[in-house]
């Protein structure tokens, strides 16, 4: 009876092989750990850009101005950016105050335009001075 159970017992691990998997799972903590897991708005944003965003009057622009920064940091470039559906409702802007905005950065000189037929809107951040 003793021989039928030792072919169920588990091979004793060498302690190479037991360091090899120390490593592994250090690895794999460290990798896990060192990685952020909740999204973030990447800057720098100009103060300037963002003072004369806030001067506009209500929060719907600065909340579209930050929408759109948030944008630039996940595409890393401040140019072409879509104003898509998806992005408004992230940041819980209604449709209409969202075009009313639009149009207040627009002439504020804050953000540059292009509307398509069909199409939402692309939308490149301007540097202010």
Sequence with gaps: MDDDLETFRLAKLSTIDLENTR?????TSRQTTGRMTCRFLRGPIP?????????????????LGLALHFQAGLEKSKSELRLT?????EFRIPVRSARLAVKKLEAAGLIAV???AGQCLRVTILDIG
């Design 23 to 27: 490593n592994s799972d250090a690895k």
């Design 47 to 63: 103060l300037p850009w963002l003072l004369k965003t806030m001067s506009l009057g209500g929060k719907t622009p600065l909340k």
């Design 114 to 116: 292009e509307r398509k």
């Design 85 to 89: 559906t998806k992005l408004k409702n």
